[in-house]
């Protein structure tokens, strides 16, 4: 019985209107859901919402040991919407169920994975009779991935189970927003706003009486003289920050230098199940991350363990199912703070799943450090595999160390991800350096 | 130590912006937010927007025995926005704050008791340091009344904790709408449409390829001579549906005959414990309801309870604490199924509570039947106060039976709310025209 995969990154700011995402939002979300790719197995089928790169699916395919014949994939038609997304009408208009028939080949799918499991999908699998494939279907039919990928929900929720968060709060008018944004402005601190969706910083920024010159996490902050022009940035931004009144937005108090820590559950019928942790650094918006987190305290690591299985179990009664990342952030006293979650299979989970435990082996946190790293420029993909190789420095079943290209070339800056596997962050660090040197000096190529 | 009671019932469909809301609806809003003062107990400090009608709260605490001269009724000074709501601005202001710290003389507020508690009255509890007299007080500062009143919420948890539903989805886009409504009218069922906030039927219509006079739980039901009408209807109410784009649309079959139930359920730290159930009467939209539901069959009874348990621990594993009714509506074939929550004090907990708990007594389910009513013409209170005392109609303890006046004299139709409290619902019912023949017949006044 074969699986169904589904590469699918939808931004939810959009209400299911796919109209009005810039083209560069679109192209990187399709680009980012060629990831699912990472998760096939033998035999599987593949939905897309644009053919992968054949080069790179050789790649994959070739280093995990899947046999790259017995996959179909399958790219819907393209319906009145967007090509970059698998939209409920590309994936059940009769062309695109037609074709996914075809590839099935009168086998039942007897389990979905899907990068971000939603009404759409949930309405596939109902159209293909297998609705118990897919984990929490019915949560999702009914509009659950709102729910587990807003902020706003995330905020009442882990508030909800007694997890600690940043103070702040959610608001859905502005005489709310104003009014937790100036309580924390005047006892001195600066302030995050994150839109309800939106990820890797790009969805928040920064408002503080004095400058902030690169705010982690957050597209940018701005620099108020006093709290008299907090009404001038709100009519500025208020557009901005809602997606034009359709959400609330989160207002919480900022946290300079803190880091930013993750842990990934899966969330199943009988329980909430931790699975890793890592770290994103983030300058100012994400670009890498470890995983393990590198040395966590180990009461900082139990806190964060802790409150997020709370969070998960929150979501499992809820009737979630599948991998959420609790984020969270870690401030110098200690202190484990949650600011998000997240209710989808994450880059995180790609990289843990797939280089970690397929890639190196079940044992791969013990021994290994795995540094994911964004922004590589190079000339093309297979010139930057061939560099590697060349110098050594690709990926090595014999010693479980190297480099991994993780996501395919974007034409639009010329880079690729990749992901270092090294015996700890240090020589990881130090292997990322060489790589970033290997078309020459970083700072000639940027 | 005090009780504080907030009267509060703000419809989340503007999200914290008052200004758009009717000066009908906002009016309306403020006469039903007088009902907290059916729960007051000798002592208690009870916070309104509006000054209650002296002679009608006379009526209430003399019903029950409450000292008046104990109670202390603070009006908060009408900040930027409208006099109708207890806006945070409102409920924190310093002015407001002053008069709330001097109503409580010095005493530490142990419990909160707000009709529909939210992250205003969370705020207003930090302020008076008193956050732990407010249940759930983590889950509302963080904004859960939105989720503990949404219909888009609910259908997720719903469907998550495995309550049955009418078939039927949540949608953010408008194309997603579409593709729920055309396949339900395609199977040949008429559509029910529901904004995510809106009580009463109010916030419901009803989509059909055939007419339907008398909607039931909806304002009007629109006839579409053929499919190819839909886009029309959705170009003419897209904005009404989702509040200008600002929140999801509820897409559900419409079951025309079936009856419409409930049971409301005490959510604590602890656990989710069934109060009462009913049954609303809608002709079209909400006008009567009685407690318990008449000659429901047992089976049904079990589902409901089972069912809006499910629900209600759901709710309890999202941070929401209070009373939350769980709203149903009962097929022929005996089928329940859910079709809304409802995290506030409603007009049924007002009834139950005091009107069947306080005043008939604890065993008030067992022996006698409540049916409220609104829409009696009269022409005062005390007009009508009189003439039911005349007529010997007026609620008596001996008996335990006779009408109780629930809801003040509205001026914008000229109606009271009563309840009539009888040994049976045919008795109930019976009395309930005598009532409403006391100035002269039906027709005629109306």
Chains 1, 2 share one sequence.
């Not at 700011?13 to 990831?35: E, K, L």
Request: with cysteine; aromatic share 8%; proline share 7%.
């Amino acid at each position: 019985m074969p699986r169904l995969l589904l590469g699918d990154l939808y931004p939810h700011d959009f209400g299911g209107d796919v109209a009005p995402i810039s083209d560069t939002m679109a192209r990187s979300a399709a680009a980012g859901s060629q990831a699912i790719v990472w998760y096939a197995e033998s035999g599987d089928v593949i939905v897309l919402p644009q053919a992968p790169d054949p080069e790179f699916l050789a790649y994959r395919t070739t280093l995990l040991g899947v046999d790259r014949e017995s996959l179909r994939i399958v790219v819907p038609p393209i319906a009145e919407a967007s090509p970059y997304f698998l939209t409920r009408d590309r994936l059940t208009s009769a062309a695109g169920l037609a074709e996914l028939r075809d590839a099935l080949a009168g086998r039942t799918v007897d389990r979905i994975v899907a990068l971000m499991p939603d009404a759409a999908i949930a309405a596939l699998a109902t159209e293909l009779g297998c609705p118990e494939a897919l984990p929490g279907h019915q949560f999702f039919s009914q509009g659950g991935a709102l729910l587990a990928n807003g902020k706003a929900c995330f905020r009442a929720v882990a508030a909800g189970v007694g997890a600690p968060l940043p103070p702040g709060g959610v608001a859905r008018g502005r005489a709310d927003a104003r009014a937790l944004v100036m309580e924390l402005l005047e006892q001195g601190h600066p302030v995050i706003l994150k839109r309800d969706f939106g990820g890797g910083g790009m969805g928040s920024e920064v408002v503080a009486l004095e400058a902030i010159p690169h705010p982690v996490g957050a597209q940018r902050a701005v620099h108020l003289p006093s709290t008299d022009h907090l009404d001038d940035y709100l009519d500025e931004r208020w557009d901005w920050l809602t997606n034009g009144d359709r959400f609330p937005v989160v207002v919480e108090r900022y946290y300079h230098r803190a880091r930013a820590i993750f842990a990934e559950f899966e969330i199943t019928d009988e329980a909430a199940t931790f699975e890793e942790h890592g770290e994103i650094i983030h300058a100012p918006i994400a670009f890498a991350e470890f995983i393990p987190a590198p040395d966590l305290p180990p009461d900082a690591l139990d806190r964060l363990v802790t409150i997020g299985q709370a969070l998960a179990e929150g979501m499992r009664m809820m009737g979630y199912r599948g991998v959420v990342s609790a984020d969270a952030i870690l401030l110098d006293d200690g202190e484990v703070l949650l600011t998000e979650w997240n209710g989808r299979m994450t880059a995180s989970t790609t990289i843990y799943r797939n280089l970690g435990r397929r890639l190196i082996g079940p044992d791969f946190s013990r021994c290994r450090a795995l540094g994911e790293f964004v922004g590589w420029r190079v000339p093309s993909f297979p010139a930057a595999v061939a560099r590697l190789d060349e110098a050594g420095l690709h990926y090595d079943p014999a010693t479980r160390t190297g480099v991994v290209i993780v996501k395919g070339f974007n034409p639009e800056d010329s880079t690729v991800r990749y992901c270092v596997i090294a015996e700890n962050t240090e020589a990881a660090t130090q292997m990322s350096s060489r790589v970033e040197g290997l078309f020459g000096p970083k700072d000639q190529v940027r």
